[in-house]
């Protein structure tokens, strides 16, 4: 028997609990991971209120990121063996598959071996993260070296990744905060640049840190009445990446900024990279070589024992975190 999390109705943290279950052997084509760590999502956050962008199938699991040892293989599985250290890339539905557990059974396609200097929380705390921040600025907008990069919501595990792809790259990140606390947190992770949206306006900052031309990329998991703002503050051609809906305000449509500049606003999720074998490999290449070469460095904002999920989670909701949550198993 294997400690296990689900929920069995939609709503706030308190309804994620832990039971005792058997876990079935991996199925074809897939592994089983003994979970040392598991890193946090606000996209589980989101299937767990029943906001997500698939609606859960009750009684769920869920979890996208894990870190462990592979404890056993499926039919047709060559790249693994038992004893592996691996983690696991958000390439599958939570409704198949889930990691906030004890043993977790994912697709072959979705373990990687990582490298062997990270931790097992640093491990747990890689693809999401990455992949997402590659996958626009390079795969999709090939960011060049002294563009602006414009990043919302910058002190979440997707932001800081996006920090330093865009340092990686020679872009220059200009991170948003909502107030000056994290300023320093930030310029320490990398940003060139920080605006604190409740203490500064925007577009004026913008423009005074690009000379008026904007930024050419902009990252943004918020959406809302803010888009507006980031539209002006876009540069003539750029282009935004709404990733994600944390505001629960409409988002309309920019459209003077838009026509004026002739903007792409560009629905993006990271499905687009992790499902598709190309860029799958090319991200997969770009990641470990920055993390072995110590250009990227998976930054923990705090560690959870498993008993504590419900507390983890309602961590994740203040938004107090600089980096990733990550549960240890």
Same mark, same amino acid.
Request: hydrophobic share 45%.
């Given at each position: 028997?294997?400690?296990?999390?689900? +929920?069995?109705?939609?709503?706030?943290?308190?309804?994620?609990?832990?039971?005792?279950?058997?876990?079935?052997?991996?199925?074809?084509?897939?592994?089983?991971?003994?979970?040392?760590?598991?890193?946090?999502?606000?996209?589980?956050?989101?299937?767990?209120?029943?906001?997500?962008?698939?609606?859960?199938?009750?009684?769920a699991?869920?979890?996208?990121?894990?870190?462990?040892?592979?404890?056993?293989?499926?039919?047709?599985?060559?790249?693994?063996k038992i004893?592996?250290?691996?983690?696991?890339?958000? &390439?599958?539905?939570?409704?198949?598959?889930?990691?906030?557990?004890?043993?977790?059974?994912?697709? &072959?396609f979705?373990?990687?071996?990582?490298?062997?200097?990270?931790?097992?929380?640093?491990?747990?705390?890689?693809?999401?993260?990455?992949?997402t921040?590659?996958?626009?600025?390079?795969?999709?907008?090939?960011?060049?070296?002294?563009?602006?990069?414009?990043?919302?919501?910058?002190?979440? #595990?997707?932001?800081?990744?996006?920090?330093?792809?865009?340092?990686?790259?020679?872009?220059?990140?200009?991170?948003? /905060?909502?107030? #000056?606390?994290?300023?320093?947190?930030?310029?320490?992770?990398?940003?060139?640049?920080?605006?604190?949206?409740?203490?500064?306006? %925007?577009?004026?900052?913008?423009?005074?840190?690009?000379?008026?031309?904007?930024?050419?990329?902009?990252?943004?998991?918020?959406?809302?009445?803010?888009?507006?703002?980031?539209?002006?503050?876009?540069?003539? #051609?750029? *282009? *935004?990446?709404?990733?994600?809906?944390? #505001?629960?305000?409409?988002?309309?449509?920019? %459209? +003077?900024?838009?026509?004026?500049?002739?903007?792409?606003?560009?629905?993006?999720?990271? +499905?687009? *990279?992790? /499902?598709?074998?190309?860029?799958?490999a090319?991200?997969?290449?770009?990641?470990?070589?920055?993390?072995?070469?110590?250009? %990227?460095?998976? %930054?923990?904002?705090?560690?959870?024992?498993?008993?504590?999920?419900?507390e983890?989670?309602?961590?994740?909701?203040s938004?107090?975190?600089?980096?990733?949550?990550?549960?240890?198993?």
């Amino acid at each position: 028997m294997s400690r296990i999390v689900r +929920f069995y109705q939609t709503g706030g943290p308190e309804v994620l609990q832990i039971a005792d279950e058997q876990v079935a052997a991996p199925g074809r084509d897939e592994v089983q991971i003994k979970v040392q760590a598991i890193g946090l999502n606000r996209a589980e956050v989101m299937f767990r209120n029943g906001q997500y962008l698939e609606a859960p199938i009750l009684p769920a699991r869920l979890g996208y990121e894990a870190a462990g040892i592979v404890k056993a293989v499926g039919g047709n599985v060559t790249e693994f063996k038992i004893g592996d250290a691996v983690s696991t890339i958000p &390439a599958f539905s939570q409704n198949q598959y889930g990691v906030y557990g004890e043993l977790a059974n994912v697709p &072959a396609f979705a373990a990687v071996k990582h490298p062997p200097s990270l931790s097992w929380s640093e491990a747990a705390s890689i693809w999401m993260q990455y992949m997402t921040a590659y996958g626009a600025l390079v795969e999709f907008a090939d960011t060049k070296v002294g563009e602006f990069v414009l990043i919302p919501a910058a002190s979440s #595990s997707v932001g800081v990744a996006a920090i330093e792809i865009a340092n990686l790259l020679g872009a220059i990140p200009v991170a948003l /905060t909502r107030t #000056s606390s994290k300023r320093e947190a930030l310029l320490k992770a990398g940003a060139k640049h920080v605006i604190a949206t409740e203490e500064q306006d %925007l577009v004026t900052e913008v423009n005074r840190i690009t000379n008026n031309k904007g930024a050419r990329v902009v990252l943004d998991p918020v959406g809302g009445p803010t888009i507006s703002k980031l539209a002006e503050a876009t540069a003539q #051609s750029g *282009i *935004i990446f709404q990733y994600g809906a944390l #505001s629960t305000e409409p988002t309309p449509l920019p %459209l +003077f900024p838009v026509l004026a500049k002739q903007l792409t606003i560009r629905g993006y999720t990271l +499905f687009e *990279i992790s /499902t598709h074998p190309e860029r799958m490999a090319r991200a997969k290449a770009f990641i470990v070589q920055g993390l072995t070469e110590g250009k %990227l460095k998976p %930054l923990v904002a705090k560690t959870y024992p498993l008993a504590q999920i419900v507390e983890a989670h309602r961590y994740m909701e203040s938004n107090q975190q600089i980096g990733k949550i990550v549960v240890t198993v």
